[in-house]
């Protein structure tokens, strides 16, 4: 019964450390207006996101909304940049959620590794870099220092449980 209370315990130790074990999505806000997102969706595409999926004949097209193809072509950014939070901040255009909005036969990238494909991105280098121009610029840090944050916190709780539950099977 102790050991496999250990084992245990170990699982839950082991989950509590491993690292971005949270999907993460990039998305356009949706009380932004269109022209504003343009320019976002016309930065993430012109600097390393993959967007021939929003292209007319791709699998993301439809639904066809600066908002819709703005939010594929920022977390195809975001993912090809390791899912870095200072990868989804575009002066505020933009924030990380933690519900997959893939649908309607449009699978958004949910990691690094997804968002790789064997085409060569439209321009930039695919690697992020702070810019010094573009929707970034004006970097308000949109919140998403807090995703860490509370990723942080959910682990430190699992450990804090961890150990409650050891001192619990010694008494």
Not at 140 to 146: E, Q, T
Request: hydrophobic content about 40%; some cysteine.
């Amino acid at each position: 019964m102790a050991d496999a209370a250990r084992l245990m315990l170990l699982v839950a130790v082991a989950a509590a450390l491993a690292g971005r074990s949270d999907g993460a999505w990039c998305m356009c806000r949706t009380e932004q207006p269109d022209s504003v997102l343009q320019k976002t969706l016309d930065y993430a595409c012109g600097d390393g996101a993959d967007c021939k999926p929003i292209l007319q004949n791709g699998a993301c097209f439809a639904p066809d909304t600066v908002r819709a193809h703005c939010s594929y072509a920022v977390n195809s950014f975001y993912q090809r940049n390791n899912q870095n939070p200072q990868a989804c901040i575009f002066s505020g255009t933009t924030t990380l959620v933690s519900s997959d909005p893939s649908g309607g036969g449009c699978q958004y990238p949910a990691s690094p590794s997804a968002a790789v494909t064997s085409t060569t991105p439209t321009g930039g280098n695919g690697v992020y870099s702070p810019p010094t121009l573009g929707p970034s610029a004006l970097n308000d840090n949109n919140g998403a220092g807090i995703g860490r944050a509370i990723g942080i916190v959910k682990r430190v709780v699992i450990l804090a449980c961890c150990a409650l539950m050891v001192l619990f099977l010694r008494a």
